[in-house]
């Protein structure tokens, strides 16, 4: 049974292993493996967000709610990431640095397609964009190993895939428009 406080608790001890990711990832997939409990602790999502569950600088464990067919440009993390989905579905394109360019530009290295039950880990320098394929909400939990919020990485624009600092507030900005896409339609 999925219970937030305690899946915080264990991912907070698990920082405490020597291979905090690996454990985090045990940890997530064990949890979305039964998603219909993490439904029920967490309530089925009704609106995009990012919702804290836990936010330190050592860890970051998001609800993370992807709007109908909502697309998040490359960014990086600067720190190993998890990603598990309880409901939905989650398209991940990654990407890598071209070398040596002069505007940072990146190509496209793979891609992952993430259902329900499925989880996947990102290492600390990865480049991915997001989308949500499907026309309703997809819930998934994120959990980093840092701080999510204040951690100095980059995003790429979209149309021209260059390097660009992550602006946080215009990121977030992005789950509220889709909100209101929604509430319009
Ligand atoms: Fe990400």
Known sequence: MFDKDSFVSQCKNALTETDDH??????V???VSDPSSVLRELGDPTRAGVNKLYHSPELTVLNLVWGPQMTLMPHNHSMWTVVGIYTGREDN???RKIKDDANGRIEAAGAKALSVGETTPLGHDIIHSV???????TGALHVYGGDFFAAHRSEWDAEHLTEHPYDVEKNLALFEKSNATRDAA
């Not at 690996?22 to 940890?27: D, F, Q």
């Open 93 to 95: 394109i990654f990407w």
């Open 22 to 27: 690996t454990a985090v990832r045990g940890l």
């Open 29 to 31: 997939e064990r949890a």
């Open 131 to 137: 989308t949500n394929p499907i026309p309703r909400l």
